[in-house]
């Protein structure tokens, strides 16, 4: 599903026009963004969550040449889902 497809199908499913569901969902991507620049974690009920997570640094070694390389620390978004979507998406798959 892209984000057209995303966009009708929430609009139909809420009565609003296609231009506030934008501004929703934009609002809501913003919000999530936000609360992860902040360091904090962001739970969604029946959805899932949201954190940012500290890659350690790490040396890699290419095997042709043998060089090292070291790759500094850097922060990643993670995403974990909740029991209920990952139950909701096995049962869907089994059909």
């Known amino acids: 599903m892209n984000s057209e ?55 890699v070694v290419n095997p042709s040449t043998g060089k090292r390389k070291l790759f500094p620390p850097k922060l990643v978004v993670g995403f974990r889902p909740c029991p209920l979507l990952k139950e909701k998406v096995n049962l869907s798959g089994n059909k």
């Not at 809501?28 to 969550?49: E, H, N, S």
Request: proline fraction near 0%; charge should be negative; include cysteine.
């Open 5 to 59: 497809e995303f966009m009708n199908l929430l609009s139909e499913r809420t009565g609003c026009d296609e231009k506030n569901v934008s501004r929703m969902v934009s609002s809501v991507a913003d919000i999530i963004v936000g609360g992860l620049q902040d360091g904090r974690t962001v739970l969604l009920q029946d959805f899932g969550t949201f954190e940012v997570k500290k890659k350690l640094e790490k040396i």
